[in-house]
């Protein structure tokens, strides 16, 4: 589903991604894990078509297309969905009409009919009860005025509705409380499917917990360093990050 | 300097010429008084602190002519038709002159007067028509007075609540020539009244055509009065548009307005705010949109002359092209005007690197327990904004209409006036 192949990129002169390699299958959830700086919210952002972002070498193929050369809702309506590591507050518009905005937009991209206000209420107030999340939020400004919480626990609702094809959580569980946690954790677990690839980019072992990966990869300087399974993520827990440094210093062959 | 006096010359022949057709009257002796005040003050450059930002060039070396009666068009009738809310009462002024016929005073409550200054002319409209728009140093109120011979009039005798929104057009149908068109409207709301006032400013006829609005608008509280206002300036894309508001509040009075600016080549929008008793509340608000060329400035200056009363003021601009904007915000705290809350903010969205604002808070305060705050944010739209709604799948160019719309909707959800909103949603909103 999501073929990333020695993917470089910058951010003004500083180079972040230095040759990320990383393959998702439909079906799958990947964990990237890695200090601060090691280059995960810019994987994210890229993927999801940050232009902050200068790619300067690589591909990253999605469903077999050039993800690269797609606009930012391009790659929304074919499917690639983003849970930001700060979600923005956007006064003025309802979650309802901004979401509604979205979910029409990636219809008609697929052909698909808009839905109207009212089957459009019916699919959200499904979706909301399903998460446990009250109906007010529907009404409520975007992200305007929200916790910590609320916010990601709105990323969850929103990817809830827009079914992607791929999620990417960009350290969603930073600053949650445990109960936080879990109401996004179930979301996310409620999504996984046979059709549906998940990158989950995490500081902690903690969310892993909750949403159980496949795979784990450590990403460091720009790197994946490490690939295992969810074993790994439990060692890294232990050793932490130091374990990661040690191990690369060692000559190679050692 | 000789070229001003030639300026102000040409206006005080004009007036002459107006005057010729007048009747005698005490509106004559109002229009004297006007006429000799003028004659002593000149027009304000840019040296002038309260016009620093905006020339009056452009409308100065114009030769304005009176205007002339027009028929009423079919046009005329449908515009009005479009943006008479469905409970309303109108007033309307074509060309400054009171139009019977058009407007619709039906079923008045008892109590109410409501009409054009001919035939009303009673005890309570001399007391206040041209004292509360005190013309000492605004030499635009002074002309506005000295063309004084139509007026939209609302008297609330005191405790009448009225609930239909009254509105008051005024319709430029401007010709060939430039004209001056003086618009004047007095509101009067005795003790424990209320009503909803809404002022339209719009042009049927030629886009193109050049003509001035002269606009003054009184506003008298007494105690315990509330007045919900709006206003919305929708002149022709060569129209000249020069107003002022005055308000003047009693005791625990409420004044709530809403300031829409849409069309005109230059416009000044004053709003001045008067607390002449306690636990008073005027709340300004503005939404201003400019493109092209177009000019509009938005003077506001609040008086607290009394202790414990509020004042919040909330203006957005959206300049495009080579809009150029303007806020000027005073506010003076009297040294007795203790307990005072004082609230300012002016927010501009400039949507090309060539649309501009000059935005100045003027706070002076003489009074030592007060709350005062003031604030401006200019900026484009949100880049971050922008890519959260673009990830969820969003194109660009309905992402932009979608940040540009919520950031004028919040001063539409301020509006008291409920009915009012739909048409200011279709008519402002909307397009942007």
């Known amino acids: ?108 991209h697929r052909g698909q009919e808009e839905l109207d206000a009212m089957d459009f209420l019916k699919l959200v107030k499904q979706k909301l009860k399903v998460l446990h999340i009250e109906e007010d939020l529907l009404k409520r400004p975007v992200n305007e005025g929200f916790s910590g919480g609320e916010k990601k626990r709105n990323e969850i609702f929103q990817m809830a509705v827009l079914e992607p094809k791929l999620c990417i959580l960009d350290e969603t569980d930073s600053g949650l409380d445990i109960d936080a946690l879990r109401t996004v954790s179930d979301g996310v677990n409620a999504l996984r499917s046979k059709e549906r690839g998940m990158l989950v980019i995490t500081h902690y072992q903690r969310l892993l917990e909750y949403i159980k990966p496949d795979k784990v990869h450590v990403l460091y300087e720009g790197r994946i360093v490490k690939s295992g399974g969810p074993e790994l993520a439990k060692e890294l827990e232990h050793k932490g990050y130091g374990w990661v440094e040690e191990g690369l210093k060692e000559p190679a062959g050692a | 300097m000789t070229l001003v006096a ?302 414990h009363c509020a004042s919040h003021e909330l203006y957005k601009g959206i300049l495009r092209d080579k809009a150029h904007g303007v806020f000027n915000g005073k506010i003076f705290v009297r040294e007795d005007a203790q307990k005072t809350d004082a609230k300012q903010t002016n927010k501009v969205l400039l949507l090309s690197d060539e649309a501009t604002i000059n935005t100045k808070p003027q706070l002076e305060i003489f009074a030592d327990d007060v709350k005062c705050t003031h604030g401006a944010t200019i900026g484009q739209l949100d880049a971050e904004g922008l890519f959260y709604l673009r990830s969820r799948g969003i194109g660009l160019e309905d992402a932009r209409h979608l940040l540009i719309r919520a950031f004028a909707n919040d001063i539409v959800e301020r509006m008291r006036i409920e009915e009012f909103r739909p048409l200011v949603q279709r008519r402002l909103i909307a397009p942007l």
Do not use: C
């Open chain 1, 1 to 108: 589903m999501l073929t990333i192949f020695n993917l470089h990129a910058r951010v003004d002169d500083k180079e972040i991604l230095r040759g990320v390699n990383l393959k998702i299958n439909a079906g799958e959830v990947h964990a990237i894990m890695g200090p601060n700086g090691s280059g995960k919210s810019t994987l994210a952002g890229v993927l999801a078509g940050r232009d902050a972002f200068d790619v300067t070498e690589g591909d990253v193929l999605f469903d077999g297309k050039n993800l690269l050369e797609m606009d930012p809702e391009e790659r929304a309506r074919e499917g690639v969905f983003l849970a930001f590591q700060y979600p923005v507050e956007i006064p003025g518009v309802s979650n309802t009409y901004f979401l509604r905005a979205g979910v029409n937009a990636i219809r008609k």
């Open chain 2, 6 to 307: 030639d300026e102000k010359e040409r206006f005080l022949d004009l007036q002459a010429q107006f005057e010729r057709q007048q009747p005698q009257g005490w509106l004559k002796n109002l229009r004297q008084a006007a006429v000799a005040r003028f004659d002593e003050m000149s027009f304000p450059d840019v040296h002038n602190e309260d016009w620093k930002f905006t020339s009056l060039a452009s409308l100065l070396k114009i030769p304005f002519a009176l205007s002339d009666k027009v028929a009423v068009s079919a046009d005329l009738r449908s515009r009005l038709d479009a943006e008479t809310l469905p409970s309303a009462r109108r007033l309307v002024f074509v060309n400054g002159v009171y139009s019977a016929e058009l407007s619709r005073v039906h079923q008045a409550p008892s109590g109410l007067t409501i009409g054009g200054l001919s035939g009303i002319e009673n005890d309570v409209v001399r007391a206040h028509l041209g004292a509360i728009a005190g013309d000492d140093s605004q030499v635009f109120t002074a002309l506005n007075t000295a063309f004084l011979h139509d007026a939209a009039v609302v008297v609330l005798p005191r405790g009448l609540v009225v609930a239909e929104p009254i509105q008051v057009f005024f319709v430029a149908v401007p010709g060939k020539r430039a004209t001056l068109i003086p618009a004047r409207t007095l509101v009067v709301a005795g003790v424990n009244s209320q009503a909803k006032v809404l002022e339209h400013y719009l042009s049927v006829g030629a886009a193109e055509d050049v003509y001035f609005t002269s606009a003054v608008t009184e506003f008298a509280l007494d105690d315990n009065a509330i007045i919900d206002h709006a206003k919305i300036q929708d002149e022709g894309h060569e129209a000249f548009h020069i107003a002022t508001t005055q308000v003047q509040q009693g005791r625990s009075s409420t004044f709530h307005s809403t300031y829409m600016s849409l069309g005109g080549r230059l416009v000044r929008n004053e709003a001045r705010v008067r607390f002449t008793g306690e636990g008073s509340e005027a709340t300004l608000d503005g939404l201003y949109l400019a493109a092209g060329r177009q000019h509009v400035d938005n003077f506001t200056v609040i008086d607290h002359a009394r202790a």
